[in-house]
């Protein structure tokens, strides 16, 4: 029997925008009917007791690419679907949506269960149920096995992370929106701690967790984009760090970005290797999804809550899964220009805590300081700790001199 929880209704916020559900019902065999989001049943054994829905655009081709989409806490397949944007590029593009929904059976606040371990672990639980779902696609509506991808928030992002570690032979690619890293708790009591203040891990200590979920794999790992508002205070920002060193360690990069560019609605994107890993930050955003309600190619979605108006972060995600035909890009738009190496040596301050955050190179949360940029946990918020701090790039600083 599958085990309630009752906690984490903070990790994501609640469903918005118009719900689906009629459209769902509608006869999809009507030649005249335009595509709708479409419960689907009889996928597998699913284990995990997760409901799916799919979206096809019409004029799917065969072979199309397909993208599992995982909502947050309290939301629900029809409204992270309606709000996200991804049924424009979907219709643009010609790729498949699949959307897994949680039930309060499962969990009282209808957050994914990332946080147990039976649901967490390859072949198990609600991981296994979306991947059968991905298996669903493949089989009836003759998606691409090689070009899956997966996009979540918060809750769906830290279930995102699960599905990229359990199944890197399933999945091509990730986007990690607000969300945290692998097996960072393993029970509902430490999920508190990974949300907030986070758990701060080892790049190597991250990375064995993801390779301990499929031992003995050699093959291809999925590139990774992480996402996080620099104002989330359901889910701490060091969170994107964490995530950051674990996806760099498993794909081999370092946790120095190769570049690291200026986009807009106050973004910063830094880009890891050889563009596997990228991380997004959003300048004094909140706990949500990017979007940018607009007609505009870049622009997406519905600001709403847990729907944030800053920058159409499905845009950023779709062409980084090269689903746009063109393949994907370290700089997929002219906005995006890579930094220029320093010609002079590093800035590099060594002070307390507190005058850090003073002089702007650092900022506090819950009680902790955080470098600006790299978001390195410094340690607590006071004039008694004492930090070398190196500047990197403009408003960019990391630990260490």
């Known amino acids: 029997m ?4 009752s906690i984490l209704t903070r ?16 006869t999809a065999a009507l030649p005249a009917q335009a595509a709708t989001l479409t419960q689907v049943t009889g996928f597998g054994s699913n284990p995990g007791a997760l409901a799916m829905y799919a979206y096809r655009p019409d004029g799917l081709p065969a072979r199309a690419p397909a993208v599992v989409l995982l909502h947050g806490c309290t939301q ?7 709000n996200s944007g991804w049924q424009k590029y979907a219709d643009l593009w010609k790729f498949a949506l699949i959307v897994p929904q949680q039930s309060s059976a499962n969990n009282s606040s209808t957050c994914f269960n990332w946080f147990e371990t039976g649901d967490t672990a390859r072949g198990q639980g609600e991981a296994l149920s979306i991947k059968q779902m991905v298996d669903y696609a493949k089989t009836n509506y003759g998606t691409d096995a090689s070009r899956v991808y997966v996009s979540g928030l918060s809750a769906g992002g830290a279930m995102s992370s699960v599905m990229l570690a359990t199944y890197p032979d399933v999945f091509a690619a990730g986007s990690v929106i607000a969300g945290i890293a692998y097996r960072c708790a393993t029970s509902t009591t430490t999920a508190y701690s990974c949300m907030s203040p986070g758990v701060d891990k080892t790049p190597a200590q991250w990375g064995d967790l993801v390779r301990n979920a499929y031992p003995g794999y050699a093959g291809p790992r999925p590139r990774v984009a992480v996402w996080h508002g620099t104002s989330d205070y359901t889910v701490a920002v060091a969170n994107a760090t964490e995530s950051r060193d674990q996806w760099t360690n498993v794909l081999g990069v370092s946790q120095t970005p190769t570049s690291t560019a200026s986009l807009p609605g106050g973004t910063s994107l830094e880009v890891y290797g050889n563009d596997q890993v990228r991380v997004y ?26 729907f944030l108006d800053t920058i159409c972060s499905t845009y950023r995600d779709a062409l980084f899964f090269g689903l746009d035909g063109g393949g994907s890009s370290p700089s997929p738009t002219p906005t995006a220009t890579a930094s220029p190496s320093p010609t002079t040596p590093p800035v590099c301050v060594t002070t307390n805590n507190y005058a850090h955050v003073v002089a702007g190179r650092a900022y506090h949360s819950l009680g902790y300081v955080y470098a600006l940029g790299s978001n390195q946990k410094m340690g607590l918020y006071n004039t008694y700790e004492t930090t070398a701090l190196k500047q990197t790039g403009p408003n960019y600083w990391i630990i260490g001199c």
């Open 2 to 5: 599958r085990r309630s929880s």
């Open 11 to 26: 990790l994501a916020g609640a469903a918005a925008g118009v719900v689906l559900a009629a459209a769902a019902v509608l």
């Open 76 to 82: 629900n397949a029809s409204g992270y679907f309606a």
């Open 281 to 306: 930050r959003v300048s004094g955003m909140g706990h949500g999804t990017p979007v940018r309600p607009g007609a505009a190619i870049d622009q997406c979605g519905t600001a709403t809550a847990y």
